[in-house]
């Protein structure tokens, strides 16, 4: 029997989107401080938080995304975001704070994702 394929992290609504690990894009982005915010949303898409963080990409595939290696207080862990590189911004130098008041100087991208949460 052949092997399973590798299980997503994602649910592909669009796979349209998603891009191919091979894309030059992905290999040109390899390395690249991202500066990433994660919106907490309610069931009635009301804002309910946001985080502000900040990672080095180490890969990008379809099975686990984007994977950031974390700065600041989360140095050490990775972060899987979704593989679309369209959602990727180019941002001014500069200096930008975290939600853990890290300053992170002249990153490359900045990213931000929704995270729905269903009704408790």
């Not at 191919?20 to 069931?43: C, F, K, Q, W, Y």
């Not at 180490?58 to 369209?86: D, H, S, Y």
């Amino acid at each position: 029997m052949p092997p399973e394929p590798a299980k997503s992290l994602w649910n592909e609504l669009a796979p349209e989107v998603f891009a191919e690990s091979h894309d030059p894009i992905l290999t040109a982005m390899r390395g690249a401080m991202v500066i990433v915010r994660l919106n907490d949303i309610d069931a009635h898409d009301e804002l309910m938080g946001y985080e502000i963080l900040a990672g080095r990409l180490i890969r990008a595939n379809r099975e686990e995304g984007f994977v950031l290696q974390m700065a600041g207080t989360k140095a050490g862990e990775t972060l899987n975001l979704p593989l679309v590189p369209g959602a990727f911004k180019l941002i001014p130098p500069g200096r930008y704070g975290l939600s853990d008041d890290t300053i992170v100087t002249d990153p490359d991208f900045q990213v931000a994702f929704d995270i729905y949460r269903p009704n408790n």
